[in-house]
């Protein structure tokens, strides 16, 4: 089965720190990677997405993505920190299948940031 | 400034009772989506359409009603087989659903409790 796996429910990281939020997936083929940020009581908003080419790719509010083929994974980074970045985090995987392609949604991480 | 409205941000059912969750976008998409949110599960695809006229299950449609009538609305009934029906909905929309490479925009997303 195609999956979407965010090992870490929450991560904590103190403010000015360099932040990780993980991200591995199973799936056939070539898949379009996604993050996304969801405040409380928010849509989902987009960050970032890996589609091919340069396996880092650069998003909004400075975080940025390392597309890893041989690990299967897309892990979420940013250099510094910010309180502001608190928030729950989802990867997604846009793949193919009967009738076109669904987007299959990792569990989320929520990422708390420590003045 | 163009986006996704859904309608009323919080809602509260009683037993045996139908509810509609109202959606409308402005991007002038073609394709809309519904999702349901529960605390850990991340996001669970209800129901989709990909043009006027036509929608498709999703991976949880039991319980579960919509209608595309026009590009720019896709409401969802939650009807009274839903039996756990309390749960953040959010509707999204992105610009054709096949081979789409491009990021799904989300509406602020309605609660809907229990009586």
């Known amino acids: 089965a195609q999956s979407v796996a965010q090992p870490e429910d929450q991560v904590n990281v103190a403010e000015g720190n360099p932040l990780t939020v993980k991200c591995t997936y199973s799936v056939s083929g070539n898949p379009y990677l996604f993050w996304y940020v969801q405040y409380p009581n928010r849509g989902l908003q987009f960050l970032l997405k890996y589609i091919t080419g340069d396996n880092l790719v650069k998003g909004s509010y400075g975080f940025e993505a390392e597309f890893n083929k041989s690990q299967t994974s897309f892990h979420l980074k940013k250099p510094s920190a910010l309180v502001s970045d608190s928030a729950l985090y989802f990867c997604?995987?846009?793949?193919?299948?009967?009738?076109?392609?669904?987007?299959?949604f990792g569990a989320g991480t929520r990422l708390f940031v420590k003045a | 400034d163009g986006g996704i409205t859904q309608s009323p941000k919080y809602l509260f059912r009683k037993e045996g009772q139908n509810v509609t969750l109202s959606c409308e976008q402005n991007l002038n998409h073609d394709a809309m989506y519904w999702y349901r949110q529960d605390p850990g599960q991340g996001l669970r695809l209800i129901y989709y359409?990909?043009?006027?006229?036509?929608?498709q299950k999703g991976d949880i449609a039991e319980g579960y009603s919509v209608s595309r009538e026009k590009k720019e609305s896709f409401p969802l009934t939650v009807t009274s087989a839903q039996k756990n029906p309390t749960a953040f909905y959010l509707c999204?929309?992105?610009?054709?659903?096949?081979?789409?490479?491009?990021?799904?925009?989300f509406g602020d997303g309605t609660r809907l409790s229990i009586l």
């Open positions: 999204a929309s992105s610009p054709r659903a096949i081979s789409d490479n491009q990021p799904q925009h």
């Open positions: 359409s990909q043009i006027v006229n036509d929608f």
């Open positions: 997604a995987v846009r793949v193919f299948h009967t009738g076109g392609f669904k987007t299959i």
